[in-house]
């Protein structure tokens, strides 16, 4: 039988698209409510979708690569991404839920328990998309650190904002690391409750995870027990050799951007020699998508709005949800085992993905017709990781 | 939790807001001109309900030149990790499991309660130099759960306990403003400081803080938050699809702050929230704590749990409001209580004494008495008489919980209620340690919350239970109906908001926390 494809939105407020907000369809004032990303995600998990992803940034979006720009007419504001993921956990049963959390001037510590109880009020369904805040603007929002500001991105060859961004991904790493290990450091059956010595846990069974590192160091273990997947999943966005180091060496699963089937098959070709210890990484393709016959003709409308035309570092996919089946098929046997599609215009083409997109994929016999785990790990069929620390003798 | 002392009172602002791209520079909006003048305390409490004022007379008030009666507030605290929580019992469920968080906050939301509040420790305790392993152990992260939480419930406040040391104002802002967002005008926060270098370890920014840093440092980050809060005017969002104009110009205001503790620049990511600011709550007895709660809280979460130290308390906080212009009504004082409810008085306090028997182990015994005495104790018999050893008062044998006041008085103290009362070192802990407020039948655990309310003991309470899941049960089952006939609490939720539920108002524009007039450090 053939392997499924794996897929995935990206929902981001009401669309990619910086004009998105102007359709009629679309509801921009609900993008501060609850209510607005409950329904996006039922539409998502009504669709049978592997997982969603939920952007965030610790500052505004812009059009700049490094400040703000003061437009008044795209949309502006976020609420933090693992509190929304947090919210609709109760309200869905069997959608994974992958928020953005950044490493740059967060501390590990607090970012490793939010993502550990994500996976316990969603009942091993949380993941992680690590994130990294190389500007001068976000810096300025927390006074500790003093980065350069960024012109472009990526940053051109070896110069000091490229050594300044390896050294973030360096940090991102150091910072998984520690999550990984607190979310190890309570071995899954250090609960006894045993009354005849009054012990409520078996203490040699929680463990101090020491890590130190160039930026932080973390005694552990844990506050919060071992989340029910074990370790929730490490996902990352990457665009170049750096990321895909970091990919290769921290994450379970990785989103490219290739814009041809030959880039993929190039990036995928890179990123399997990058040696790597465990399971697989697992390599998801992302698009933008605007989806529908008339999809080209409304992407060109909602670039006259904007004023400019529409390009992102994912390829930009106009066209019938067959056409996109096309697509994933062919780029499939370059080795993307799975999509991460990021809608134009929500609701618009997140429904066209949830119910055109996914029946023309079954109809070939390449998409899934029920959910067939309870987990997040599961759905993607990776298997629930013993506690690193249980192996070691005590 | 890590700790939960109080933080004085904030010293004037050094942020501003205003200017940027997004902003031409005006001040944030101070309080919205639809609010009424302040109330007084007294016009609030003749506004009760005609539903439930018709029960007065059974609580005696009413009578000609009697003050109508104030009402009671309630919160539901999940418990923490300290021995109040007895696992030992076969109805205790998991303390991590969210059905657990569900099943508490549901309880007190059927009773009607103002919030649902969430301790917080940043690091596991130990003792001896090794994790302390004979109490619950084990949480969420609160703001993650919280926000959870918020899905699953409509009414209820939602607290989280939050430490200044080791956050950053403008992430935490931003989470907070969240929560409130998400649950529509729901959240609170907390604030406490730490500066140990043992819960430090756990954090980048490390144990590096003086003891009286610390102070400075909450007050300044609690300034800052209110800055970044500020900083979205509340009609920044037009949104308007034909014309084009997403954001108001001028909507979003610059802040820029430059403090002793905190430098940043630059926009928030995050519109104003439903209660504008979450509810801050203030916890801890020191005279820095109270005049911060005074000048800043709309909840005071205290220890004072009798009722001549309550109303000293009470009288001493709500002193010290007029001068940073605020009324009575808009700080509640909450002791944090344990209630223990059986049919009768006499089958309460059986049902208490073997509450604490469970709650003292005989190995808990043996470790609260070697964390008082400072040394190891573990060869004495819990069942035996104390011994006639000398306390180390040098050691701290415990780490990751706060010691309260003289430990050479505490260990006289315990030495002569053991020799007067004759007891084994676990019935002394027992004696010591005991944590309950209300013990009796439904009627007596209302009457008597009812009277150190209507004393100016308090303005409510906040309960925490001995046992996870349930064990508000039998108070939201009994007790919250008798509360409610007597006409001292809310049969239903009249407002949507955290705020209204306390009846604090609206959140006040950064003008209000300018120190009071003539007045310096």
Same mark, same amino acid.
């Given at each position: ?67 703000? +720009? @003061? ?20 309200? =869905? ?6 928020? =953005?959390?950044?490493?740059?001037? =967060? ?62 991904? +360096? ?80 994450? +379970? ?23 790597? +210890? ?41 066209? =019938? ?34 119910? @055109? ?38 | 939790?890590? #700790? ?468 508000? #049960? #039998? ?47």
């Amino acid at each position: 039988m053939t392997e499924p494809i794996h897929l995935a939105v990206a929902l981001d407020g009401v669309g990619w698209h910086p004009a998105a907000w102007r359709e009629e369809c679309t509801r921009p004032r609900e993008i501060f409510t609850a209510g607005y990303w409950a329904r996006l995600v039922a539409e998502a998990e009504r669709g049978l979708l592997d997982f969603v992803t939920f952007e965030d940034a610790l500052g505004l979006q812009s059009t700049l690569p490094d400040g703000v +720009d @003061g437009r008044t007419d795209q949309v502006r504001g976020r609420l933090d991404a693992v509190l929304i993921a947090a919210r609709v956990a109760p309200l =869905t049963t069997r959608i994974g839920l992958i928020p =953005t959390a950044t490493t740059t001037h =967060t501390e590990p510590f607090h970012v490793a328990m939010a993502i550990a109880t994500l996976d316990h009020v969603s009942r091993g369904r949380a993941g992680w998309r690590v994130r990294v805040s190389p500007g001068r603007t976000h810096a300025r929002h927390f006074g500790r650190r003093d980065f350069p500001r960024i012109e472009r991105l990526p940053a051109p060859g070896d110069g000091p904002v490229a050594r300044h961004i390896r050294e973030l991904f +360096d940090e991102a790493a150091d910072a998984v690391e520690v999550a990984r290990r607190l979310w190890d450091s309570w071995e899954d059956d250090a609960e006894i409750r045993d009354v005849a010595t009054g012990r409520f846990i078996d203490r040699d069974k929680l463990h101090y995870i020491d890590f130190s590192g160039r930026w932080f160091s973390v005694k552990g273990p844990a506050i919060t027990p071992r989340p029910p997947q074990g370790q929730p999943l490490v996902t990352a966005l990457a665009h170049a050799r750096i990321p895909y180091e970091f990919a290769a060496r921290s994450a +379970d699963v990785v989103y490219v951007t290739p814009h041809t089937r030959e880039e993929a098959a190039a990036v995928v070709r890179e990123l399997r020699e990058i040696p790597r +210890d465990g399971d697989p990484l697992k390599i998801f393709a992302d698009l933008v998508v605007f989806l529908g016959p008339d999809a080209a003709a409304r992407k060109a409308r909602l670039d006259d709005l904007d004023g400019a035309e529409f390009t992102s570092d994912a390829a930009v996919f106009t066209g =019938t949800v067959e056409e996109l089946a096309d697509l994933l098929e062919d780029w499939r046997r370059a080795g993307i085992e799975g999509y991460r599609l990021r809608p134009g215009v929500i609701p618009h083409d997140l429904k066209a993905i949830t119910r @055109g997109l996914t029946a023309a994929l079954r109809r070939r016999g390449l998409f899934r017709s029920a959910y067939e785990a309870p987990t997040l790990r599961g759905l993607l069929g990776l298997g629930r990781p013993v506690s690193r620390y249980a192996r070691a003798v005590t | 939790m890590t #700790d939960s002392t109080g933080t004085p009172r904030p010293a004037r602002p050094p942020g501003t807001a205003g200017g940027g791209p997004y902003g031409p520079g005006q001040r944030p909006a101070g309080r919205p001109s639809s609010e009424p003048p302040h109330q007084r305390p007294a016009q609030r409490r003749r506004a009760v309900p005609a539903a439930t004022r018709r029960t007065d007379r059974r609580g005696g008030a009413g009578a000609a030149g009697e003050r109508p009666r104030k009402q009671v507030h309630l919160a539901a605290h999940f418990p923490g990790v300290n021995n109040t929580t007895v696992w030992s019992d076969p109805r205790a469920g998991s303390q991590i499991d969210f059905s657990s968080f569900v099943h508490l906050a549901r309880t007190a939301e059927r009773g009607k309660f103002d919030f649902f509040f969430l301790a917080e420790g940043l690091r596991l305790r130990e003792h001896k130099g090794r994790i302390y392993d004979l109490d619950v152990v084990g949480r969420p992260e609160s703001l993650t759960v919280l926000a959870a939480l918020a899905a699953v419930t409509e009414r209820i406040g939602l607290a989280a306990t939050v430490n200044t040391t080791f956050n950053e104002p403008y992430e935490l802002a931003r989470r907070l403003a969240t929560l409130d967002h998400l649950s529509g005008g729901r959240a609170a926060w907390n604030v406490v400081t730490s500066f140990d270098a043992f819960t430090g370890a756990n954090f980048r920014r490390g144990g590096y803080l003086d003891a009286k840093d610390r102070y400075t440092r909450a007050a300044e980050f609690l300034r800052l938050s209110r800055t970044l809060w500020d900083s979205w005017q509340p009609d920044a969002i037009l949104a308007d699809q034909g014309t084009g104009r997403f954001l108001r110009p001028g909507g979003i205001a610059e802040v820029r702050h430059a403090g002793r503790h905190f430098t940043i620049e630059g926009h928030f990511t995050t519109p104003r929230s439903p209660q504008g600011h979450p509810v801050i709550i203030q916890a801890g007895d020191s005279d820095e704590g109270r005049e911060f709660a005074a000048s800043a809280a709309g909840v005071i979460f205290t220890r004072h749990a009798t009722l001549e130290a309550g109303k000293a308390f009470y009288a001493d906080v709500k002193r010290r409001l007029p001068k940073y212009g605020r009324a009575p009504h808009e700080l509640k004082i909450m002791p944090g209580a344990t209630v223990v409810v059986a049919d009768t008085d006499a089958e309460a306090a059986e049902l208490a004494a073997e509450i604490r028997r469970r709650q003292v182990s005989p190995q808990t015994a043996i470790a609260l008495l070697e964390q008082v005495w400072g040394r190891d104790l573990s060869a004495c018999d819990p069942d035996g008489p104390l011994p006639d050893i000398e306390p180390d008062l040098s050691s701290d044998i415990i780490q990751g919980r706060v010691r309260h006041g003289d430990r050479a008085a505490l260990v006289a103290r315990w030495r002569e209620v053991a020799r007067e009362k004759n007891l084994t070192i676990r019935e002394l802990v027992i004696e010591m340690t005991g944590r309950q407020t209300f013990i009796g039948s439904p009627e007596t655990v209302a009457r008597r919350i009812d009277e150190y309310v209507q004393a100016d003991a308090a303005d409510g309470f906040i309960l925490v239970p001995h046992l996870i899941p349930g064990g508000l #049960d #039998d108070f939201v089952d009994r007790v919250v109906p008798l509360l409610q006939e007597r006409g001292v609490f809310r049969t239903e939720y009249t407002g949507t908001t955290l705020r209204e539920h306390l009846g604090l108002g609206p959140a006040p524009g950064p003008d209000r926390y300018l120190d009071p007039p003539g007045e310096t450090r």
